[in-house]
């Protein structure tokens, strides 16, 4: 889910109408790291010893639904901000897109960030057929990086894409920079894919460009993916998923309401995913230090995180297949409560019942009180009456 829902809800109803790819001969979603984290959301990690650099980041992306167009389609656009820059230091009044020493440039994690991201990439076979990039200093900043994490992975790969600086794409309505986004718009839809080469065409540009062009808001380093054959319609987005709202352009969003419930349902919905996928690594990362679980009775002691992780083990010897599925979320006041069904298959012992065989599906609620980006505390309701109904 992204940090603007309201800006996404066009690329979530619209995943059912996907084209059909330009040139996919070779494309097999199976060759990516792709894991999926909630209903639309999915994250694409780095291929084992792709490179000699610890990377610990992965890329994520949205609709899960849309991926093979976002990444397999020569045709397509990624329209791209920015890596991370130094936002204590604002850029001069007036000043060239070329004087570094007096504009914001990019921050050293966001070097970081940017070489991660290009290794990420090309870890997952994402490359540009073509780049084109702003004049600017942090664009510049943003491409070299890019490039150095692409190497990381295949020196090749980066020697073998097509550069090229345009200052139609420099910051819009600033001293040199674009007086609209007409040659950005022009520039996109032109696009049908290079004859020689595969992948997307990449434009590291700006946020106003960008916003004033699709009206969406882009975190920094983030990249949009355009459709040329569609008026341009944004198919949906990649980022790091260690990037965040920055204060220049996301100052409206920090510690409101609507981020703070968007934070913690994805955390709930990451959770019951990870415990669907056996990802107990994940579902722990999610759980504050202390967190800690009530159980059904009163009568009976709270649960750490050993003692759960151990309860869910004892319903993964009756019914190794079980799922929980999310029928519905509500958000009041950091808490966010869950109204769910477990299914599985009785294939093994469970509350001292032997397998039947059976297929069951019992109704579950749960409560999950969220503080600082944690999941602190939960409450968890599984309808066990039923269940053992169904099995005795």
């Known amino acids: 889910m992204s940090i603007l829902p309201k800006l996404f809800v066009g690329i979530i109803s619209m995943t059912i109408a996907l084209t059909t790819p330009v040139s996919a001969q070779d494309a097999n979603i199976d060759d990516l790291e792709v894991r999926q984290v909630t209903t639309h959301m999915g994250e694409m990690d780095m291929a084992i010893e792709s490179t000699n650099r610890e990377v610990n980041d992965s890329i994520r992306f949205e609709p899960y639904q849309g991926l093979f167009d976002m990444v397999f389609r020569r045709d397509v656009v990624y329209l791209m901000r920015h890596g991370p820059t130094d936002w204590s230091k604002r850029d001069e009044p007036d000043v060239a897109p070329t004087d570094c020493d007096n504009q914001r440039i990019m921050s050293e994690q966001g070097r970081v960030d940017m070489r991660n991201l290009g290794s990420l990439l090309a870890s997952n076979r994402i490359v540009p057929a073509q780049i084109v990039v702003s004049e600017w200093c942090r664009n510049q900043q943003t491409l070299e990086e890019l490039l150095k994490g692409y190497s990381d992975v295949d020196a090749e790969i980066a020697d073998a894409i097509p550069v090229e600086t345009d200052p139609s794409l420099n910051l819009l309505l600033s001293l040199q920079g674009a007086p609209s986004t007409n040659v950005l718009q022009d520039r996109i839809s032109s696009w049908k894919g290079d004859p020689n080469r595969t992948g997307p065409l990449l434009i590291v540009s700006h946020y106003t460009n960008i916003e004033e062009l699709t009206q969406f808001k882009v975190f920094e380093g983030e990249i949009l993916v355009l459709d040329p054959k569609r008026n341009n319609r944004v198919l949906g987005y990649l980022r790091l998923a260690s990037a965040a709202p920055d204060v220049g352009h996301f100052a409206d969003v920090f510690d409101s309401p ?15 995913l990870g415990l669907n996928n056996r990802e107990f690594s994940v579902v722990d990362g999610l759980l504050s230090e202390n967190w800690y679980t009530h159980t059904q009775s009163q009568d009976e002691v709270a649960q750490d995180t050993s ?19 999310i029928n519905s979320l509500h958000y009041a006041d950091d808490v966010v409560t869950v109204v ?26 749960a409560v999950h009180k969220v503080r600082d980006n944690e999941i602190v505390e939960s409450w968890q309701m599984p309808d066990r009456l039923s269940l053992l109904r169904q099995i005795r």
């Open 258 to 272: 609507l981020q703070r419930e968007e934070i913690a349902l994805d955390m709930v919905e990451r959770y019951y």
């Open 307 to 325: 003692g759960f992780f151990d309860e869910i083990q004892s319903y993964l010897e009756g019914m190794p297949d079980a799922q929980f599925q």
């Open 340 to 365: 769910g069904r477990v299914t599985g298959t009785h294939t093994g012992p469970l509350f001292g019942v032997a397998a039947t065989g059976r297929k069951v599906s019992f109704g579950a609620i």
